[in-house]
């Protein structure tokens, strides 16, 4: 088994804040990371570099660059996401829409040299959300169908988000990726999303749930049991801080059309074992389950989503990653990972 180390390419600062793709790259690179995920947002900034065209067009051919860059690199590109707000959606004229973009999001994925999108649950309000799982199911097997007839195949990974309005947590997406039964459907599981769901609320003193020990203890049970790990299409990392209060209406991180877990999630995510920054999730536990019980072998993709990302600060590229080499540095320790890298590969460069 080997186990190669991922981040997204948002966790080392964001587009809003002046980060450029390639310094980011650069940092990822140089800090030992062998892959990473595209975010979207990141591959429509450099389209906007492209004079003349329309925005499509321009997209597909930053996307060739990118590849370029990554290459250039010695990056692998393992996934492009998040296509967001997809599933079960009441308007379906809008869904023939979202269809339509999943064919430019294919092509995106082939110029990218990628076989993988990433499909988070829909945080959408529920009156636009179908309950009824079938549909769902139906407009899964949608796409699947659309990646199994490109060429190459494209995947997708669905994944639960802690906050997603029908789909919130892994039981719930290995459900749908069950029914779905497609060889090019899998799930997404994410360390951050399976605890804080279970074992945080961040709108309590305590930052827990009620039962949160009891219920970690239940997941990782039923991980083991149930997870097909050839389904297992994407593992992403992060832990979280906790807050020194609660996310009620006073707190700084509250913004009222926004859940309080996706308010904390945009706010105060962190890199595996940063106790430090006030790390507290059960993230060692889940991880060792999936890499030791099911014997998950592959990328392990940092995805942190994090208040200091918006800093305008240009050192922020280079210190995010000199944090994530840390972390997956305890990672490989903590786990018992089997690596192909030197160690000093991944030491954080200062």
Known sequence: MVHMASICTMSLGRCAAGHKLEDKLEMAAQHGFQGIELFYEDLVEVAKTIQGGNALENELAAAVMIQKMCQKRGLVIICLQPFMHYEGLVDRALHQKRIQEMHHWVKLAHNLNTDLILLPSSTLAPEHISEDVNVIVRDMREVAEIGLQARPVIRYAFE?????????????????????????????????????????DPSVSSGRTRDCDEAVVRSVAGILSEVDVSKLFLLQVAD?????????????????????????SRNARLFYGEDAHGAYLPVRAILSAIVTGLRWDGWM?????????????????????????????????????????????????L
């Not at 039981?171 to 999303?193: H, P, T, Y």
């Not at 192909?340 to 991944?346: A, G, I, T």
């Open 160 to 200: 639960a988000l802690s906050w997603g309005t029908r789909v919130d947590t892994w039981e719930a997406s290995w459900e749908v990726v069950k029914k779905v039964d497609r060889c090019n459907f899998g799930i997404c599981l994410d360390s951050f999303n399976i605890a804080g769901r279970i074992y945080a």
């Open 240 to 264: 979280a801080e906790k807050l020194s209060r609660p996310l009620t209406p006073q707190h700084e991180f509250y913004n009222p059309e926004q859940p309080p877990r996706m308010s904390w």
């Open 301 to 349: 993709s940092f995805e942190v989503f994090n208040r200091e990302l918006f800093n305008p600060d240009p050192r922020i590229p280079r210190l995010m990653a000199q944090r994530a080499a840390r972390s997956w540095n305890k990672m490989v320790s903590e786990l018992g990972l089997t690596t192909d890298q030197p160690k000093e590969k991944m030491q954080p460069m």
